[in-house]
């Protein structure tokens, strides 16, 4: 590659950072790499963009500790591309590596935006339909890929509602085996029925079966799931038809 289209890279990929960059709250660290040339953005093409980034938060609570993406060849608006705004003329696929600590997991849980996704859950518990909001949760990953879950829930059944403490202990879904639950304990309250515990594993493998997710204009799915001590790596791939700016991410 010449110095000439290198520079071109270089100048195009330090203007898309700073204008991504904007979008967040806090950014340790981010590199983009735009692989493209003057006579491409010309052309409204790139062979591909890749996005390096630590320590991104968005909307205060939700903070990834570390991203790596790369996407295929591209289609931009060469207008846009010059001034370093990246606008995609045609949806793009992506691969995503992202780790989340066990911290970040606990502050997005934490956060108003997850709290409004998890209000007022119901289940079918043998013709009855019996709603629980979770509480408090947190959440610990000691390794030898287990993911621990502690808190408390709210339980509304039969017109009645009463005060849920457990623990629990689960095995993610991976090539070989399905998620599994290792352990579920009642930690404070009443306990609850079998029937309850079946009905809640079968709305999370309902939900764990879903194809893919949808979030603005990103189509995504979860490819492989891999836990460690204190870190959570996601393989994620996803199709996006435009590059989300601060105007359209979670409140």
């Known amino acids: 590659m010449s110095d000439e289209h290198r520079l071109e890279e270089k100048l195009l990929s330090q203007e898309a950072e700073r204008r991504i960059s904007e979008n967040f709250d806090e950014v340790e660290q981010i590199q983009i790499d735009v692989q493209t040339d003057l006579l491409k953005i010309v052309q409204g093409q790139a062979d591909g963009v890749s996005v390096a980034g630590e320590g991104l938060v968005i909307q205060k609570d939700i903070r990834v500790q570390e991203i ?20 995609l003329d045609q949806p793009v696929n992506t691969v995503a590596k992202i780790t989340l600590t066990q911290a970040d997991m606990n502050r997005a849980l934490s956060s108003e935006f997850i709290r409004k996704q998890m209000q007022n859950i119901d289940l079918d518990v043998d013709g009855e339909i019996v709603s629980f909001e979770p509480q408090k949760i947190q959440v610990f990953l000691p390794g030898a890929g287990k993911i621990e879950f502690r808190g408390k829930m709210l339980l509304k059944e039969k017109g009645n509602t009463r005060l849920l403490a457990f623990s629990a202990i689960a095995r993610p879904r991976t090539h070989s085996q399905p998620v599994m639950l290792e352990s579920f304990n009642c930690t404070e309250g009443e306990g609850v029925s079998i029937e309850f515990i079946t009905a809640l594993m079968h709305k999370a493998k309902e939900l764990i079966s879903i194809p893919y997710f949808k979030w603005n204009d990103i189509v995504f799915s979860i490819k492989d799931l891999k836990v460690e001590i204190g870190n959570l790596i996601l393989m994620v ?9 601060s105007d359209v991410l979670p409140l």
């Open 237 to 245: 791939e996803a199709q996006v038809k435009q590059i989300p700016s």
């Open 68 to 87: 790596k993406l790369q996407t295929d060849g591209i289609a931009i608006n060469p207008l846009s591309a010059i001034f370093g705004e990246i606008k």
